[in-house]
């Protein structure tokens, strides 16, 4: 899935101002000069591109000392500007003497990026760094434009916008594993719902196996980024597989209580599960062998501290289904509101098992000011 990353040159810190050039004073130039500057700055303003145009053509012809001609040049970079004609506008300034900070949004904004490179090395700084990343994604040189953001970023810090940029530009080349990284480190500084749906829905993507997914959904569940009905039916039937039944049942009266066949037999099965499953957990968990059922039958209910106390069992008979009672542990412990459990359970996540991918993102999601808030609580 395309991430959502945005690449407008105007969110990346240079100003729109700087691509209008400041109307020239029309001091020591002759009354027919004066007069045709007067009129392309008032056409301009007024948004009459072509009679602005055809008053700085006037100077422009009229112009005889050095003087006239920098100010009709100027002139005619501002009325182009204004008519969005960046070529010629950059053409203008440039004969006027304009600096190269000037030029080089003009280029840009005129599609000719290598000219805009070029200008913006010449000028340096922060914002001609930005310039030269983005032209080079324009370019359709992402690799390029990741060896610049990493530069912005390793200049100036982790700003979110250069983060945002650079894992568009990880996502263009390919580099999936980059732009993951990139995505993660993005939630440490915005943990809102929608940097969370770009990561996790990518990561669905990928192949796991069923507890693996049911631990994604819940993730998804409590960072709010499950939107689509097949999602909660998807959630609902991994969780009667493992005997989560009070998580199937929520994840259906999410979903808006679907009406089709499928649905309802879900639902139906997940009402007969909950009815009993009070009484089945406590059977369960007394066993290790059932521990880890026993655990997921408590977390469904909302017994945290039960959940808990099962799924230590499973963990201490060292079983096949260990890291499983592991990333569900930890999700049980974050619930519950015990966030410093959570993150040390999570953490002793092996990777034999296939759940450590997706324990990893849940240390990340308890890292979060979110994590622990009523709403992460309950989801």
């Not at 008519?83 to 950059?90: K, M, Q, V």
């Not at 732009?179 to 929608?194: F, G, H, M, Q, W």
């Amino acid at each position: 899935m395309k991430p959502n990353v945005t690449t407008n040159f105007f969110r990346l810190g240079v100003a729109a101002a700087a691509l209008v050039a400041a109307v020239p004073s029309h001091a020591a130039v002759s009354p027919a000069v004066g007069k045709a500057l007067n009129q392309a700055a008032s056409a301009a303003k007024s948004g009459n591109s072509a009679a602005a145009i055809a008053a700085v053509k006037t100077a422009q012809a009229a112009a005889s000392s050095a003087e006239e001609k920098q100010k009709s040049a100027q002139m005619a970079g501002y009325v182009y500007t204004r008519a969005g004609r960046y070529a010629e506008a950059a053409n203008a300034l440039q004969a006027s003497g304009a600096p190269a900070r000037q030029l080089a949004p003009l280029y840009y904004q005129a599609g000719q990026y290598d000219k805009a490179i070029s200008v913006a090395r010449q000028a340096g700084g922060e914002d001609m760094q930005v310039l030269i990343a983005q032209a080079a994604t324009k370019q359709g040189r992402p690799a390029e434009a990741v060896k610049a953001y990493n530069a912005l970023i390793k200049a100036n810090g982790p700003k979110p916008l250069y983060l945002e940029n650079l894992a568009g530009a990880q996502y263009k080349s390919g580099d999936k594993a980059g732009y993951l990284a990139t995505t993660e480190k993005l939630i440490r500084v915005d943990s809102s719902p929608a940097r969370w749906k770009t990561l996790l829905i990518n990561f669905r993507q990928n192949q796991m196996r069923p507890e693996a997914k049911l631990a994604l959904y819940h993730l998804m569940s409590a960072t709010n980024t499950i939107e689509r009905p097949e999602d909660f039916s998807e959630f609902a039937k991994l969780a009667l597989v493992s005997n989560q039944a009070g998580t199937a049942q929520a994840a259906l009266t999410r979903s808006g209580a679907p009406t089709d066949a499928m649905s309802q037999k879900v639902a139906q099965a997940a009402a007969g599960m909950v009815a009993k499953a009070p009484a089945e957990a406590v059977k369960l968990a007394a066993t290790p062998a059932t521990a880890l059922r026993g655990g997921n039958a408590y977390l469904g209910l909302g017994q945290f501290p039960q959940a808990i106390a099962a799924y230590d069992k499973a963990i201490a008979a060292n079983g096949a289904d260990a890291d499983q009672a592991r990333v569900f542990k930890g999700i049980a412990a974050l619930k519950g509101g015990n966030a410093n459990l959570a993150k040390q359970t999570f953490k002793s996540v092996s990777d034999k098992a296939g759940m450590k991918d997706i324990a990893d993102l849940w240390s990340l999601y308890a890292t979060t000011r979110g994590a622990t808030a009523p709403a992460a609580k309950a989801a």
